[in-house]
């Protein structure tokens, strides 16, 4: 079946530390896109691809960071510099980067920083 | 995710009955809506989208009502069953506009009563 997965579903790591999160697509879609979400609150972007080797920031891209070598690959790493990493991280995709292109969403990483 | 329906708007309802959750949008130029439905531990799912130039459009058990005079739009399910409860949220933007540009509601709970 094509889809998203993000992996691991669940993630613990100590303050300072840095954490990458996975996110693979094999629905050969162009766009690619990462969004935090937190209770009470709608999903905020963090970062977008629209294609390999080309990203750039969303509404929220601080202390974040991600890379798009491949076309299906599109991690995303949160740095020390975040001061609230706690939350559930969603990965999309969609096929090109415009509303009428459908968001195929993953079930999500919930990272837990203590 | 696990802790998104915290903090939310719950609509609790009986299994077998009609129900009605809504959503006030904010911007004025926005002309596509979505309707994403979000199960515990999931990532959310497209359900249904009307553009503004519709005032309703059906699914299978679903109807999306959009009134623009006062920005507001609506999700109808008919003969609610349990594997309905999730939450339910709206997202608005221009059609064909760039989906970095989306901006998603809040979310209602739905709780289905067996």
């Known amino acids: 079946d094509g889809g998203i997965t993000q992996s691991p579903k669940y993630l613990f790591r100590k303050e300072g530390q840095n954490v990458t999160l996975s996110c693979e697509q094999n629905l050969n879609h162009d766009a690619m896109y990462w969004y935090r979400q937190d209770p009470g609150q709608g999903l905020r972007l963090i970062y977008y691809?629209?294609?390999?080797?080309?990203?750039q920031k969303g509404d929220i891209a601080e202390g974040y960071s991600v890379s798009r070598e491949k076309k299906e690959s599109f991690p995303l790493t949160v740095t020390s510099a975040q001061k609230n990493p706690t939350a559930f991280y969603l990965c999309a995709s969609s096929r090109i980067q415009r509303t009428d292109s459908p968001l195929h969403f993953g079930n999500g990483t919930r990272l837990t920083v203590t | 995710g696990e802790n998104v329906g915290l903090h939310l708007p719950t609509l609790s309802v009986q299994e077998g009955d009609n129900s009605i959750i809504n959503c006030a949008y904010s911007?004025?130029?926005?002309?596509?809506f979505i309707w994403y439905k979000q199960e515990s531990g999931k990532g959310p799912q497209f359900i249904i989208d009307?553009?503004?130039?519709?005032d309703k459009r059906q699914g299978q058990r679903v109807t999306v009502l959009l009134n623009k005079t006062v920005k507001h739009l609506s999700l109808q399910i008919a003969a609610t069953q349990p594997g309905d409860s999730a939450v339910y949220f709206c997202a608005e933007n221009r059609y064909g506009g760039a989906t970095n540009k989306l901006i998603f509601g809040t979310g209602t709970l739905l709780a289905v009563q067996p």
């Open positions: 009307i553009r503004s130039n519709m």
């Open positions: 691809s629209q294609i390999v080797n080309d990203f």
């Open positions: 911007n004025s130029a926005s002309d596509y």
